[in-house]
């Protein structure tokens, strides 16, 4: 059974702070995603990463797959009150076609 | 381009109760999955349904059963409803292709069972 482990599970920072949300699995996918939800809407997607070692940017958030692609991470610069939200990672894998999702990690930034 | 809508957005049964739940997904998106998630359990995969073909089932009970009509749009049902079976169900498409494409979510039905 493929299990993703997130952490941590609740942050709560002060805008301008950093932060890095950890997604672990001891099994290999063949492509991670990440997630952001709000309150009473479904996730969006932010980035899909499928090379292991790839790094993506966006905007204050940058991604990173692990070379085995077995893990990945999500970091924020200069939080602000805007990035609240629930993140969430899901791995998908060639064999199956449904989404492994993590716990997720609800991050409140502080004004 | 529009994006995936479910309907309806909030319900409210009791338990013993059925429920249907609608999604059409995006246009030209062959392929919708189910999930259920709950702030236990989080995010769980229910099934996925390509040209109207169950094409992979998560561990969910009988109670839980779904189809595909020919136009992609998709209806899960859920029958004998449980207090547990309280959740946001969320239904995302996907174009036809690789099993890493890119899942597209819609806002969710939130199911209270009284």
């Known amino acids: 059974t493929q299990l993703l482990e997130q952490s941590p599970q609740f942050l709560s920072i002060q805008e301008g702070e950093n932060l890095t949300v950890y997604c672990n699995s001891s099994?290999?996918?063949?492509?991670l995603q990440w997630y952001r939800q709000e309150p009473g809407e479904g996730p969006v997607l932010l980035v899909t990463?499928?090379?292991?070692?790839e790094v993506k940017k966006l905007k204050r958030l940058t991604f990173q797959f692990g070379d085995a692609r077995k893990d990945s991470s999500l970091h924020i610069t200069a939080a602000q009150p805007g990035d609240t939200g629930l993140y969430l990672c899901a791995g998908a894998s060639d064999s199956s076609y449904k989404l492994i999702f993590g716990s997720g990690t609800r991050l409140l930034v502080r004004p | 381009k529009a994006g995936v809508t479910q309907t309806p957005r909030y319900l409210i049964k009791t338990r013993g109760q059925q429920v249907t739940l609608s999604c059409s997904p995006i246009s030209g998106h062959r392929s919708v999955s189910w999930y259920q998630q709950t702030p236990g359990q989080g995010l769980q995969f229910l099934f996925e349904?390509?040209?109207?073909?169950?094409?992979n089932k998560g561990n969910f009970p009988g109670r839980f059963s779904g189809r595909q009509f020919s136009n992609s749009r998709s209806e899960m049902n859920v029958s004998t409803l449980e207090l547990g079976d309280s959740a946001l169900y969320l239904c995302?498409?996907?174009?036809?292709?690789?099993?890493?494409?890119?899942?597209?979510f819609g806002p969710g039905t939130r199911l209270t069972v009284l």
């Open positions: 990463v499928v090379t292991g070692g």
């Open positions: 349904y390509f040209s109207e073909t169950q094409r």
């Open positions: 099994s290999v996918f063949s492509s």
């Open positions: 995302a498409s996907r174009k036809p292709g690789r099993s890493t494409d890119t899942q597209y």
